[in-house]
């Protein structure tokens, strides 16, 4: 089973900047898209953004759109996500995942089903 393991997450002031990484092991990233999503303490698991992993076209929640950058490096194969100008209502434990093509929309969780086991990122005010 091919596993994702984020790192990078920790606490850090309003308007900082943070860059979380994702190692695949195994064959996860020859896989169609790579995601990121964020869970807050009470919500629901939301969207941040996606990336094509051979093509490289990316796609944004709106909510991070201008602040953050999905990236990968096809060599070591390894997924990161750049946070810049980070808020406080960006607190949450962010989620690496992989997924292939399907009738799912690549912003719904459920179109990814290989998932890392996440980073906390807190972002004091």
């Known amino acids: 089973q091919a596993q994702l393991v984020e790192s990078g997450g920790g606490l850090v002031q309003t308007g900082g900047s943070l860059r979380l990484s994702c190692a695949a092991s195994g064959r996860t990233f020859s896989r169609y898209r790579m995601g990121w999503f964020r869970q807050a303490p009470g919500k629901d698991r939301e969207f941040v953004a996606t990336m094509v992993w051979y093509g490289g076209t990316t796609s944004y929640a709106d909510s991070v759109k201008g602040r953050f950058t999905i990236a990968r490096d096809k060599t070591k194969n390894m997924g990161y996500l750049q946070m810049n100008s980070l808020k406080p209502e960006d607190t949450a434990v962010y989620y690496c995942?992989?997924?292939?093509?399907?009738?799912?929309?690549?912003?719904?969780?459920?179109?990814?089903?290989?998932w890392g086991q996440g980073t906390q990122v807190t972002v004091s005010s």
């Open positions: 995942a992989a997924g292939d093509p399907g009738d799912i929309l690549p912003t719904n969780s459920g179109y990814y089903d290989s």
